[in-house]
């Protein structure tokens, strides 16, 4: 799953750089016919950037959310828990603490965070 939404992520920087090439040769072609003014073409080029821009945190936004969406629905450990249970354990492991039942819990709880992650990450 996570190498498909790479592929997506990718797909999505190659369309818009070809995009950005195709304005910015098109513009550059209507200047050298006349058709346009240099002043006209930087305008359009940069109008262009600015909804480009705009589009672009529009679309991370929507791409966000659905990500969490899937994280949600597919039950997964969010790095920062699993960063936060590693973190209690290892504190727990330094203080000596015996295997209580809290240990247990946190250990097992430790041990079902990481297979969570592997996973996901196996998709």
């Known amino acids: 799953m996570e190498e498909t939404l790479k592929k997506l992520v990718y797909a999505g920087v190659g369309l818009a750089a070809q995009a950005t090439e195709k304005i910015e040769e098109t513009v550059t072609d209507l200047i050298k016919k006349g058709k346009i003014s240099d002043k006209e073409g930087k305008k ?50 330094k203080t000596g603490v015996k295997k209580t039942t809290a240990a247990k819990k946190a250990k097992a709880t430790t041990t079902t965070a990481k297979s969570a992650v592997k996973d996901a990450i196996k998709g």
């Open 44 to 93: 359009i080029v940069d109008d262009f950037f600015k909804k480009s821009e705009k589009k672009k945190d529009s679309y991370e936004s929507k791409f966000k959310s659905a990500i969490e969406d899937v994280t949600a629905k597919f039950n997964y450990v969010s790095s920062k828990d699993f960063d936060a249970l590693v973190k209690r354990v290892v504190k727990l492991e």
